[in-house]
């Protein structure tokens, strides 16, 4: 029980400022209106380290906050049972999140005419929308995510971990990497649970003028990160040395 509440918590927190920042960029009268990508980017590093930190203390160690890092700690050799109550916890946390992103814009909602801005506030959608690409891109992107967290974490041939007690910081950075080398394309979903709950929150809530939630897109940024974490486990298995 207590990973499934630190993943709930830790991905509330990841969802809430996460997709705060991206509200906060994109909805009409908001002081940080039209800031930018450098800044929704930043954004989502520091939510990923404040996820982690809120995760971490609250019962879940691994502080995953993400089915394709779940996954791919399965493949080498994880608790089935603790992978299914962190992707419980990850999925119930992200709509939570997102739920309190809309009560924390609310007048922002019917001042904002662009419903396409309202959905990028819950979750992402491509740049330009190829299916085969918008899927190789969220493959590489949460590629690079796990397998460089797992590099991060592993003792190296010297049976020392380099990460000590910056682990939440050097993910953080590689978060903040992504999204700027590789976030262009989709937007960089690289998290199921991050696109697809708040999805079904943006479907469910009575935001003015919001739209479609864009469901014909909506399983590439599902998809694609599970496979992009499943290869990285198997690869991680075969270069990386587990973590002490």
């Known amino acids: 029980m207590g990973v499934l509440i630190g993943e709930l918590l830790g991905t509330m927190i990841l969802v809430l400022l996460g997709n705060g920042v991206v509200a906060g960029v994109l909805l009409e009268k908001s002081k940080a209106q039209n800031a930018g990508w450098i800044v929704i980017t930043a954004g989502w590093c520091f939510a990923v380290m404040a996820g982690v930190f809120v995760a971490q203390a609250t019962g879940s160690g691994g502080a995953a906050l993400n089915p394709a890092v779940s996954i791919a700690v399965l493949v080498r050799g ?40 309202k959905l990028a506030s819950f979750s992402t959608g491509p ?61 960089y979903a690289i998290n199921p649970a991050r696109d697809l709950a708040p999805r079904i929150a943006h479907a469910i809530l009575p935001i003015p003028g919001k739209g479609d939630s864009d469901w014909g897109y909506s399983w590439i940024p599902v998809v694609g990160p599970l496979i992009g974490g499943a290869i990285a486990g198997v690869l991680a298995n075969i270069f990386i040395l587990p973590a002490a």
């Open 127 to 187: 740049a330009i929308r190829n299916t085969g690409t918008n899927l190789i891109s969220e493959i590489i992107g949460t590629f690079v995510l796990v397998f460089v967290v797992f590099s991060i974490f592993s003792p190296f041939q010297s049976g020392i971990s380099p990460a000590s007690n910056l682990g939440p910081y050097l993910v953080a950075s590689l978060v903040w990497g992504i999204g700027l080398s590789l976030g262009g394309p989709t937007g």
């Open 78 to 117: 994880g608790d089935p049972g603790v992978f299914v109550m962190e992707v419980i916890g990850q999925f119930i946390g992200a709509f939570i999140g997102a739920v309190l992103v809309y009560v924390h814009y609310l007048p922002h909602w019917g001042e904002t005419r662009d419903p396409g801005l």
